[in-house]
């Protein structure tokens, strides 16, 4: 059976990344965000770039039959 081709993500994790970082940025400089909003977001960029280091490393590895 072949394997079936997935869809490059890693732009979105990209954007989703930028995005993080300037409103993390906002954030930092005083933006009133609701309490537990700059950790759930500094939690979510961290596992985007997670996520991001692992696809990226795997990119020039032959895909293994697991």
Not at 20 to 42: C, F, W, Y
Request: charged share 30%; glycine share 8%; hydrophobic share 40%.
């Amino acid at each position: 059976m072949p394997e079936e081709k997935r869809p490059d993500v890693r732009p979105q994790l990209r954007e989703f990344l930028a995005w993080s970082e300037e409103v993390l940025g906002r954030i930092e400089s005083g933006a009133i965000v609701a309490p537990g909003e700059q950790e759930r977001l500094t939690e979510e960029a961290s596992t985007a770039a997670h996520l991001l280091h692992l696809l990226d490393s795997g990119a020039d590895e032959p895909a293994s039959g697991v």
